[in-house]
């Protein structure tokens, strides 16, 4: 840490198709079409928690900042607008046509090489994985790279001293995780409720500061990264046959042993 | 394929017995190759049975149980494994440990990475559904030693009845760098029922069941279920929140997801559509919910799901 009562947040925010329009991929390369995006919405969770924290230390008046950080094509910086207007005190764009096509290997080296270049940073946060991809490999990559501890799915954040302590709720378990500064956390939609951008937040993020990076601003060559980059392929998308609509039927007293009858003709008894 | 393709298993457990889904692993790696183990930990005889059961001729280990910390340390003693193996792929579980422990160990060994496989061909090509089932994807890793996460049900698991006793080879744990570590857990009771990822049966509640879950666990029992609910459900604080399926919560792929009192939200369909059959019921006809049922029943869940679970009951004498 730089300064012991100050904290420097990076939260990966991140553009993603709209879930609610139907998610299509490029029949031609295999990659997603953005054309309907927004702030994932579970990046939202993220910015909220960064903000929780540096507010609970004065906020950026006192030196605390929350960096607001993606990649992906010249949209893209929308994510980072929104979360500017959400408090956020500045942003960096990540942008290079080199990147197009880049799997989770190929964005965490862009990523990680983005964030060494902001000095040192205590804590980065991120969703707990992105509503289009879903692999959920970045942030364990990202850590894996900064040599940073990693503390996903945090449904609860405190920060104290120089220590990061997370609940989390698993299937068999409920756990609570420690980690020293710096590290990675993800947060579920469990920690909190984002808010909503107010008019002052949205004219003050019209003065927040916003950096462009590509690629060659981070040392890093086009081959490293992007579909040249992968270590992995798509072979093949197939639009998955849309599930037809079966039988309906209206109960008339006697639907639920019509039920069986029908999980017995599918041998599902 | 030649008897040097081995497949490397990463086994999360020291004591037996393995779970359905290790099971699973196994007999998928003794489908694609020779199957070899990496166990966190100093393996008990019971464990080593088990894995001998299916086949496993090689079982690597750490000189002591490795620290109790998340992720890191297993991801840096399994790369020193699979230097030590030379594996043509490495099997893990799909669930968010073995996904994470995935992700680290493909940048050690700078190999590629696939999650949420529900099949591996010979050639090691991978079939995993995207886009909350919306696409059917084939990806192969072409950088470095296959790291793949298998889900839960992709295949039916079998022991390979040639049971001798693995060769154990200790390898170094590595240098696993900062680590987070887990410093309280609380076990939730058992509830006797299946784990939800991995159950063939899922009966799910939501907000119509109006804060009584007893209708939904009484048919999860007469099938031999998992409970499963909507985000409104767990929000309420109807059930807990381990319970959700859906985009923020578990996704689950079972033969049969019965659905009842939930509307249908997508981010509830995204945990759900890929089950192979789909009922529900709902009281409302013009809920979302039945565009993506098999059979939809128009109707009170407080009555049909009794009357189900007391003729299932029945039938099963
Ligand atoms: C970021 C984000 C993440 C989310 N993640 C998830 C997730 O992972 N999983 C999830 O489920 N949701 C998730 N949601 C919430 C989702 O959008 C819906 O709000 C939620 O799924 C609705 O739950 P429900 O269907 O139980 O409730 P409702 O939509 O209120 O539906 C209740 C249904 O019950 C029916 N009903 C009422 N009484 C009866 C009765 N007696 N018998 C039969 N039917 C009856 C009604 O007709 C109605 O259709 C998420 C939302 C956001 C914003």
Redo the contacts between chains.
């Keep these: 840490m730089d300064d012991a009562a100050t904290l420097n947040i990076v939260v990966l925010v991140k553009y993603v198709p709209d879930t609610q329009f139907d998610r299509q991929l490029d029949s031609g390369t295999y990659t997603t079409d953005r054309s309907e995006s927004i702030l994932s919405e579970l990046d939202e969770y993220a910015v909220e928690a960064a903000l929780q924290l540096i507010e609970a230390r004065g906020g950026a008046k006192a030196g605390n900042k929350v960096i607001a950080l993606t990649m992906g094509p010249a949209p893209a910086v929308n994510a980072v607008k929104k979360a500017l207007q959400l408090g956020a005190t500045e942003g960096v764009h990540l942008v290079d046509d080199a990147l197009a096509g880049s799997d989770a290997a190929g964005t965490s080296l862009a990523l990680a090489a983005a964030i060494r270049r902001l000095g040192p940073v205590d804590l980065v946060i991120a969703g707990m994985s992105s509503t289009d991809g879903e692999t959920s490999l970045v942030p364990a990559q990202l850590a894996e790279r900064l040599g940073l501890p990693q503390v996903t799915f945090a449904a609860s954040l405190q920060v104290e001293d120089s220590t990061v302590t997370a609940r989390r709720d698993g299937e068999r378990q409920a756990e609570t995780v420690q980690a020293q500064l710096p590290a990675l956390v993800s947060v579920t939609d469990q920690i909190n409720e984002p808010r909503y951008p107010n008019f002052k937040g949205i004219i003050a993020a019209k003065k927040k500061k916003i950096t462009e990076l590509a690629l060659a601003d981070l040392g890093l060559e086009p081959a490293q990264v992007g579909a040249a980059g992968a270590w992995t392929a798509v072979l093949s998308a197939e639009p998955r046959p849309a599930r037809s609509q079966g039988i309906i039927i209206t109960d008339e007293g006697d639907a639920g042993i019509k039920l069986v009858d029908f999980l017995a003709s599918r041998k599902l008894l | 394929m030649t008897d040097t393709a081995r497949i490397l298993v990463f086994i999360d457990n020291l004591a037996g017995a393995l779970h359905k889904v290790q099971h699973e692993l196994l007999t998928l790696a003794r489908s694609l190759g020779e199957p070899v183990a990496a166990v966190g930990g100093v393996p008990d005889e019971a464990l080593l049975a088990e894995l001998g059961s299916h086949g496993v001729a090689t079982v690597y280990r750490p000189a002591a149980d490795l620290e109790d910390s998340?992720?890191?340390p297993k991801?840096a003693f399994l790369a020193n494994a699979v230097r030590a193996a030379a594996p043509s792929a490495v099997l893990l579980e799909n669930g968010?440990g073995g996904?994470?422990i995935?992700?680290?160990l493909?940048?050690?060994l700078?190999?590629?990475?696939?999650?949420?496989a529900v099949a591996v061909a010979p050639d090691l090509?991978v079939t995993k559904?995207?886009?909350?089932?919306?696409?059917?994807?084939?990806?192969?890793?072409?950088?470095?030693t296959p790291v793949i996460t298998v889900k839960p049900n992709t295949i039916e698991a079998a022991a390979a009845g040639t049971g001798g006793v693995p060769q154990v080879v200790e390898v170094d744990p590595g240098d696993p760098?900062?680590?987070?570590?887990?410093?309280?857990?609380?076990?939730?009771p058992a509830t006797g029922r299946p784990?939800?990822?991995e159950a063939r049966?899922v009966v799910a509640g939501g907000r119509g069941v109006d804060g009584d879950f007893g209708p939904i666990e009484e048919l999860a029992d007469a099938?031999g279920g998992a409970v499963g609910a909507s985000r409104a459900a767990t929000d309420a604080g109807w059930i807990?929140?381990?319970a959700q399926v859906g985009?923020?919560g578990?996704t689950v792929s079972p033969?049969?997801y019965i659905s009842a009192g939930i509307s249908g939200a997508?981010?509830q369909k995204?945990g759900m559509?890929t089950a192979q059959?789909?009922?529900a019921?709902n009281k409302d006809?013009d809920s979302p919910v039945?565009?993506?049922?098999?059979?939809?029943?128009?109707?009170?869940l407080f009555?049909?799901?009794?009357?189900?679970?007391?003729?299932?009951r029945k039938?099963?004498g």
């Excluded at chain 2, 700078?110 to 949420?116: E, Q, R, Y």
């Excluded at chain 2, 009555?303 to 299932?312: H, S, T």
């Design positions: 998340l992720v890191a991801a968010f996904k994470e995935a992700a680290r493909g940048i050690k700078s190999s590629g990475v696939i999650t949420d090509s559904s995207v886009f909350a089932g919306a696409y059917t994807v084939v990806a192969k890793v072409t950088t470095g760098g900062p680590a987070a570590r887990i410093i309280e857990r609380s076990p939730k784990e939800l990822s049966v099938l807990e929140h381990s985009q923020t578990t033969q049969l997508i981010q995204a559509q059959v789909i009922v019921v006809p039945f565009e993506i049922a098999d059979f939809g029943i128009v109707g009170d009555k049909v799901l009794p009357q189900a679970a007391e003729e299932i039938r099963k």
